[in-house]
């Protein structure tokens, strides 16, 4: 079972089986997607990153790899993008974000 504790620590493996759980080194900045298919890597996103940068770890050894960045296409006004939900597959994915509103400013000359 993939699970974190504090946000200052890297994820860990909790074996279902019991024992004592295993730290994944250099996870401390991601949050936890899904499991990738081949149940040896899973999909994390880098916190606070924009656009949203998705990686691929593999779980022993914390190594990563990139697989996207997401965003929407225009990224004026906006405040976040949250976790990207991704199918068991790893093929499709969706994403929400949140866009402050956004004006336009006239201006006007020669008023008398």
Partial sequence: FLAYGDYTDDLFLLPLSGGE???IPGTK???????APDGRSF???VI???PVRVIRVDAASG???PWKELAPP??????????PFLTP?????????VRAATSDLYVIEGLK
Wanted: net charge negative.
């Fill in 21 to 23: 759980p295993r730290s």
């Fill in 29 to 35: 900045d991601l949050d936890i997607i899904r499991w």
């Fill in 43 to 45: 999909y994390g996103s």
């Fill in 48 to 50: 606070g990153s924009v």
């Fill in 63 to 65: 190594r990563r790899e």
């Fill in 74 to 83: 225009e990224l004026a006004g906006l405040i976040e993008i949250g976790n």
């Fill in 89 to 97: 597959d790893g093929k499709s994915y969706a994403f929400h974000y």
